[in-house]
């Protein structure tokens, strides 16, 4: 061997000593040619190892197109063949069937994003070739690593031009793509710690929320269903100069197209800027083929989108505060499609990922930071008889980050995630809780129903003048409080009659009303601090909506401002929130409480975690009253119970905020709230109408507001996935009326109260049909609530009211199961229906 190297024929030869020094001249040059190489790639790729989650950023347009500023039309209009990816990034068989296999059990930490990145395999001709460098105008997502250079040469890139602007459409082909699964899914150990569900299902799926214990059903479940996700980026910033942009990529196993385009903008003038992001596989590709079917041997079966997304905040300001909200919502195809699903399937989205954000910056080193984001939407139960459409929101933990000290650097984030569906065949369950509300079969709950309360329009229909009679339903309940307190009739009657007079001002509608927002208590008339009034600035915000807010607040806007605020104390974000539900004696409730020293409640609703979430903590803050040490502070808005994006947003103000829950029987809950919008809106259908999809087969609506705010059960789950059980107390709205004291003693219990208000704050007052407030020791005038609480109920068709009944049954079971408390509505039901 050493005698074949030239240098040693050159040293054992005689060669003469001139070429002996050329040759180590030669030698000494090329060596120095390769340590300049090598030096100056260093210099050109200094964020090589950032490349792990720095995905190759485009500037895609909705259409899925790359657009560049800088190219010209007529030199980037060809398509070349692709080149084969490199062996790193191509999906091995291994794993392509560890994908296949569905393994739930799948770590997070498996989904390299080397393995996500998309092998773009690009061919240049020519001047054609376009390097997509992170300085080009219109350029989103920057990645300067050498990685993605490699990637994109290596891409199957199509370039073409459309009109005058030039635009690249990218074909990218990304490897398999095994989702991941969250390591942490508070949602399984709430269900797992739960009385009802543990006691019935020993595992618990952590990622669907569904038994893993399930008998094979049937296995022809198909599961057609589009995913839509809406991501939203914030930037909340100190100083001029941040912009933020943002790109969306959407990827499956088999394909990775690009389906949004940039948001940019500076935030010097917009402090809090928002780039949304809508994804949907409807669009171009539904999950049908994009996304992958996996056949689960539990009878089960399901389909998975991944999703990128990606974000770039440039900041010149001190500090910046960026957060994401990913939410996705998963809809149900047209009834056709349906026909697969045999009626008693059901349907459960989650989303699953992780957030990978690195900063770029003189001052902040170079370190990715990872989060993992996981939701779970609720339990679905599917029909062949239901409605065109149906979707729900996945409520996902939001995100967020603050970097601090940046000096002309940036922050790029990528959203890494999938989506995933399950359906689940009729008699997949063997549970009994479970195929208790298997049986409603006829039941799909409408998407914009469930998503959001406050846009949904509950009466759809053709209307028409109410047929029945008013029945006045509430004396039943009162009938039954044998062990109820009462005063002395003649004197209660007098007293509270005139009280409830001096209660009941004109009615006052829109503007007016608010602009006479009062915050007096309806049975503690005290006066209440100005700080409790909302402010001239804040009345837009507290819009109403005529359909689903509460009368709480309007009757609220008509007392009188009363300027007696006391100036010390601080505003505080409430620790205790009444969160429904709507019509369920939420008001009597609070304003019960309220008569505690303890207690300093706002008197409107705020709204906040609903309508007016966008304003931020501190305007919800300057709502409350000023509490001094000891005193809790509190809010209700019972629409919170029934909107998916409050039990996060409530559990990211504070982890341990405490919760109440006013539960009333589902069917006189539902004729309370009809009742309410009838008082405004005469024309409306009749209850009886309202009811049925079909009323002739039977078909309950369950789309209709005031029905679905019943399923209790559905309603809880979101919230089991924020907060434990031993947070949120349940309070029964019967009870709360035939023995008020024995409820308020659960209620300062729980809240860690001492126990002030008893059975002497109450009296039953036979005019009103209900209990009032009064002092202790008959100190002060007795106070009822308004006119608007304890309304007539119109007649219902009793035959409408048995099939409510039968239509809530599963569910009240369900949720006695969940709350571990039977509530014993079907008992009242019965006792009421004997009776009548
Ligand atoms: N003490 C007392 N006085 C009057 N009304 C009482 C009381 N306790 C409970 N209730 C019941 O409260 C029902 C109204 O519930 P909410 O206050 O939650 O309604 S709202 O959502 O705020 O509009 C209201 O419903 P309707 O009877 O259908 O009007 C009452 O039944």
Do not use: C
């Given at each position: 061997m050493a005698r074949c190297w030239p240098g040693t024929i050159l040293f054992s030869s005689k060669a003469p000593r001139k070429l002996v020094f050329l040759f180590t001249l030669s030698l000494s040059v090329t060596y120095l040619f390769y340590s300049l190489l090598n030096c100056y790639s260093s210099l050109q790729f200094p964020l090589q190892d950032a490349s792990d989650f720095l995905q190759p950023e485009a500037a895609i347009s909705p259409t899925g197109t790359i657009r560049s500023a800088s190219l010209k039309p007529d030199t980037i209009s060809r398509s070349v063949p692709s080149q084969p990816a490199p062996r790193s990034s191509q999906p091995?068989?291994?794993?392509?069937?560890?994908?296949?296999?569905?393994?739930?059990?799948?770590?997070?930490?498996?989904?390299?994003?080397?393995?996500?990145?998309?092998?773009?395999?690009?061919?240049?001709?020519?001047?054609?070739?376009?390097?997509?460098?992170?300085?080009?105008?219109?350029?989103?997502?920057?990645?300067?690593?050498?990685?993605?250079?490699?990637?994109?040469?290596?891409?199957?890139?199509?370039?073409?031009?459309?009109?005058?602007?030039?635009?690249?459409?990218?074909?990218?082909?990304?490897?398999?793509?095994?989702?991941?699964?969250?390591?942490?899914?508070?949602?399984?150990?709430?269900?797992?710690?739960?009385?009802?569900?543990?006691?019935?299902?020993?595992?618990?799926?952590?990622?669907?929320?569904?038994?893993?214990?399930?008998?094979?059903?049937?296995?022809?479940?198909?599961?057609?269903?589009?995913?839509?996700?809406?991501?939203?980026?914030?930037?909340?910033?100190?100083?001029?100069?941040?912009?933020?942009?943002?790109?969306?990529?959407?990827?499956?196993?088999?394909?990775?197209?690009?389906?949004?385009?940039?948001?940019?903008?500076?935030?010097?003038?917009?402090?809090?800027?928002?780039?949304?992001?809508?994804?949907?596989?409807?669009?171009?590709?539904?999950?049908?083929?994009?996304?992958?079917?996996?056949?689960?041997?539990?009878?089960?079966?399901?389909?998975?989108?991944?999703?990128?997304?990606?974000?770039?905040?440039?900041?010149?300001?001190?500090?910046?505060?960026?957060?994401?909200?990913?939410?996705?919502?998963?809809?149900?195809?047209?009834?056709?499609?349906?026909?697969?699903?045999?009626?008693?399937?059901?349907?459960?989205?989650?989303?699953?990922?992780?957030?990978?954000?690195?900063?770029?910056?003189?001052?902040?080193?170079?370190?990715?930071?990872?989060?993992?984001?996981?939701?779970?939407?609720?339990?679905?139960?599917?029909?062949?008889?239901?409605?065109?459409?149906?979707?729900?929101?996945?409520?996902?933990?939001?995100?967020?980050?603050?970097?601090?000290?940046?000096?002309?650097?940036?922050?790029?984030?990528?959203?890494?995630?999938?989506?995933?569906?399950?359906?689940?065949?009729?008699?997949?369950?063997?549970?009994?809780?479970?195929?208790?509300?298997?049986?409603?079969?006829?039941?799909?709950?409408?998407?914009?129903?469930?998503?959001?309360?406050?846009?949904?329009?509950?009466?759809?229909?053709?209307?028409?003048?109410?047929?029945?009679?008013?029945?006045?339903?509430?004396?039943?309940?009162?009938?039954?409080?044998?062990?109820?307190?009462?005063?002395?009739?003649?004197?209660?009657?007098?007293?509270?009659?005139?009280?409830?007079?001096?209660?009941?001002?004109?009615?006052?509608?829109?503007?007016?009303?608010?602009?006479?927002?009062?915050?007096?208590?309806?049975?503690?008339?005290?006066?209440?601090?100005?700080?409790?009034?909302?402010?001239?600035?804040?009345?837009?915000?507290?819009?109403?909506?005529?359909?689903?807010?509460?009368t709480a607040e309007e009757e609220l806007n008509r007392r009188f401002p009363v300027n007696c605020t006391p100036e010390y104390g601080e505003k505080k974000l409430p620790q205790a929130i009444i969160i429904g539900v709507k019509k369920g004696g939420t008001r009597a409730l609070l304003e019960a409480l309220r008569a505690h020293p303890d207690v300093r409640a706002v008197g409107v609703e705020p709204h906040f975690f609903d309508r007016n979430y966008e304003k931020g903590l501190e305007w919800y803050r300057d709502l409350m009253p000023r509490t001094i040490d000891g005193q809790i502070t509190m809010e209700k808005t019972p629409s919170y119970f029934v909107t998916n994006e409050a039990p996060q947003r409530i559990h990211s103000m504070a982890k341990d905020t405490k919760l109440i829950v006013v539960v009333r029987n589902p069917v006189t809950r539902a004729i309370s709230d009809y009742t309410q919008t009838l008082s405004k809106k005469p024309e409306i259908p009749t209850f009886e109408v309202l009811a049925f999809k079909n009323r002739t087969l039977g078909l309950i609506d369950a789309s209709w507001s005031a029905l679905r705010i019943g399923i209790y059960a559905l309603h809880l789950e979101s919230w089991m996935q924020y907060f434990p059980l031993s947070q949120i107390l349940f309070v029964s709205g019967e009870r709360l009326i035939s023995n008020p004291a024995e409820e308020l003693a659960k209620v300062q219990d729980f809240l860690g109260l001492r126990r002030i208000i008893t059975e002497k704050y109450f009296y039953f007052n036979k005019t009103k049909g209900f209990p009032c407030l009064k002092k202790p020791e008959d100190t002060g005038a007795p106070r009822c609530l308004g006119k608007s609480k304890g309304r007539t109920h119109p007649k219902i068709d009793p035959d409408v009211i048995q099939r409510l009944r039968k239509f809530y049954k599963p569910f009240n079971s369900m949720f006695y199961q969940m709350t571990g408390e039977d509530f014993q509505w079907e008992k009242d039901e019965l006792e009421s229906w004997t009776s009548g």
């Open positions: 091995s068989p291994g794993r392509t069937a560890q994908g296949k296999s569905a393994s739930r059990n799948r770590s997070s930490g498996s989904r390299s994003s080397s393995r996500r990145a998309p092998q773009i395999n690009t061919s240049r001709t020519n001047n054609s070739t376009k390097q997509l460098s992170p300085e080009q105008p219109g350029r989103i997502g920057v990645s300067s690593t050498k990685e993605r250079q490699r990637s994109l040469l290596e891409s199957n890139l199509e370039i073409s031009t459309a009109g005058a602007t030039s635009s690249q459409s990218i074909n990218v082909k990304s490897p398999h793509v095994p989702p991941a699964t969250p390591t942490d899914n508070p949602s399984a150990s709430s269900l797992q710690s739960h009385p009802g569900f543990h006691s019935a299902n020993s595992n618990w799926d952590p990622l669907s929320g569904f038994p893993s214990n399930l008998s094979a059903g049937d296995s022809d479940a198909d599961i057609p269903v589009t995913v839509k996700v809406v991501a939203e980026e914030r930037s909340v910033q100190s100083g001029a100069g941040n912009r933020l942009r943002s790109s969306v990529e959407k990827s499956s196993t088999s394909d990775r197209i690009p389906v949004n385009s940039e948001k940019s903008s500076t935030l010097d003038s917009d402090p809090i800027h928002a780039a949304r992001i809508e994804i949907s596989t409807v669009d171009s590709d539904p999950i049908h083929s994009a996304g992958e079917k996996v056949s689960r041997a539990d009878g089960a079966a399901e389909k998975r989108a991944t999703f990128i997304f990606l974000a770039q905040t440039t900041s010149t300001s001190e500090s910046v505060t960026d957060q994401l909200e990913i939410s996705g919502i998963p809809s149900h195809p047209p009834a056709q499609d349906l026909e697969t699903l045999k009626a008693g399937s059901h349907l459960r989205s989650s989303i699953s990922g992780q957030k990978s954000s690195i900063l770029d910056g003189d001052l902040i080193p170079k370190k990715p930071t990872k989060v993992n984001i996981s939701g779970k939407g609720p339990l679905y139960p599917i029909g062949t008889e239901t409605s065109s459409e149906g979707n729900h929101t996945i409520p996902t933990p939001q995100t967020s980050g603050t970097w601090d000290r940046i000096t002309n650097s940036s922050r790029r984030t990528s959203y890494d995630f999938t989506v995933q569906s399950r359906a689940f065949p009729a008699g997949s369950f063997d549970t009994k809780l479970l195929n208790s509300v298997s049986s409603t079969s006829s039941v799909l709950l409408s998407p914009s129903a469930v998503r959001n309360t406050s846009g949904y329009n509950p009466f759809p229909r053709e209307s028409g003048k109410p047929e029945s009679a008013p029945l006045p339903i509430t004396e039943t309940i009162y009938d039954k409080a044998s062990h109820y307190k009462q005063k002395d009739s003649t004197e209660t009657w007098e007293t509270a009659s005139s009280s409830a007079e001096t209660l009941i001002s004109p009615d006052l509608e829109g503007d007016e009303a608010y602009k006479s927002m009062r915050s007096l208590s309806y049975w503690d008339r005290t006066p209440l601090a100005a700080t409790e009034m909302i402010p001239e600035s804040h009345t837009g915000a507290l819009e109403k909506d005529t359909q689903e807010s509460s």
